[in-house]
Antibody
Framework: EVQLVGSGGGLVRPGGSLRLSCTAA????????MSWVRQAPGKGLEWVSS????????YYADSVKGRFTFSRDNSKNTLFLQMNSLRAEDTAIYYC??????????WGQGTLVTVSS | QSVLTQPPSVSAAPGQKVTISCSGN???????VSWYQQLPGTAPKLLFY???KRPSGIPDRFSASRSGTSASLVISRLQTGDEAIYYC??????????FGGGTRLTVL
């Protein structure tokens, strides 16, 4: 059974940093690109970033480019999203998701990030 | 602003059929469309990939199609448990994923 478990969310002040993690199980982790998708309170889905299976290639939404870094450790089946210079508009539930060609076929349960003073 | 446009809400009675539209630009023409169901308080769940393909476990009351730059999700024999927000998604030319704004389905 595919499982994605996100963690690391919390309350952080504007300008601060946070690192999210997502641990995967139940599939050959290194064979899949992975992504982060976020959802602000009461809002729709917003893609944040994707990473290739070997971690060599990353893509970012313009809204986070230069502030967020997406990486993975295939030896530990774990994803990391380093978020710096956080803003109030980054407040959201962050979901990790598995890419399957043009779709996201499995999603984690989400971890809440709140940016507030 | 999403490049994919969905109606904010649709509603129908139990047992009826509802269609949710998703219209876009050249992104939707050149890439497959997927559909997601988000039940209240839960993570999104994949309903369809590659325009119309249903993952195992998705009831055949759900169907999807795509024509040109428009896609549609049809839910037949509506049940109260189908109340959710439905999103379409695709990829644009810069290899960024994009989602529609979501459609809230109310089963009256």
């Amino acid at each position: 059974e595919v499982q994605l478990v996100g963690s690391g969310g919390g309350l952080v002040r504007p300008g601060g940093s946070l690192r999210l993690s997502c641990t995967a199980a139940g599939f050959t982790f290194r064979s899949y690109a992975m992504s982060w998708v976020r959802q602000a309170p009461g809002k729709g889905l917003e893609w944040v970033s994707s990473i290739s299976g070997n971690g060599d290639t990353t893509y970012y939404a313009d809204s986070v480019k230069g502030r967020f870094t997406f990486s993975r450790d295939n030896s530990k089946n774990t994803l990391f999203l380093q978020m710096n210079s956080l803003r109030a508009e980054d407040t959201a539930i962050y979901y990790c998701a598995r890419n399957n060609y043009d779709s996201f076929d499995y999603w984690g349960q989400g971890t809440l990030v709140t940016v507030s003073s | 602003q999403s490049v994919l446009t969905q109606p904010p809400s649709v509603s129908a009675a139990p047992g009826q059929k509802v269609t949710i539209s998703c219209s876009g630009n050249s992104s939707i023409r050149n890439n497959y469309v997927s559909w997601y169901q988000q039940l209240p308080g839960t993570a999104p769940k994949l309903l369809f990939y590659d325009d119309y393909k249903r993952p195992s476990g998705i009831p055949d009351r759900f169907s999807a199609s795509r024509s040109g730059t428009s896609a549609s999700l049809v839910i037949s024999r509506l049940q109260t448990g189908d109340e959710a927000i439905y999103y379409c998604g695709t990829w644009d030319a810069s290899l960024s994923a994009v989602f529609g704004g979501g459609t809230r389905l109310t089963v009256l």
